[in-house]
């Protein structure tokens, strides 16, 4: 059974940076799609960073080059460092992993940004 654990999350002022990550287990993770997602209250989740197995990977367009993304396969990890956070990147991160047409996520970790 597929599960990801995400941690890192907290407070931290505008222009601050923040590390998430994500470890998974169940599964060997090489052949999967990792990601990083967020959601804000009132609005939908959406794409922070996205790394498929062939590392094309994507960014949300309001990430303008503040946030890298990585991952160990060896490890089951995907780690999203956030730096230039901004008071508008508060919200819930949600770790994904996904292969074929199955997706799972993690349970969430908090990043408040305060201005």
């Known amino acids: 059974q597929v599960q990801l654990v995400e941690s890192g999350g907290g407070m931290v002022q505008a222009g601050g940076s923040l590390t998430l990550s994500c470890t998974a287990s169940?599964?060997?993770?090489?052949?999967?799609?990792m990601g990083w997602y967020r959601q804000s209250p009132g609005n939908e989740r959406e794409l922070v960073a996205r790394?498929?197995?062939?590392?094309?990977?994507n960014y949300g367009d309001f990430v303008k080059g503040r946030f890298t993304i990585s991952r160990d396969n060896a490890k089951a990890t995907v780690t999203l460092q956030m730096n230039s956070l901004k008071p508008e990147d508060t919200g819930v991160y949600y770790c994904?992993?996904?292969?074929?047409?199955?997706?799972?996520w993690g349970q969430g970790t908090q990043v408040t940004v305060s201005s």
């Open positions: 994904l992993a996904q292969i074929w047409s199955r997706t799972w």
């Open positions: 790394y498929p197995p062939n590392g094309n990977i």
């Open positions: 169940g599964s060997d993770f090489s052949g999967y799609i």
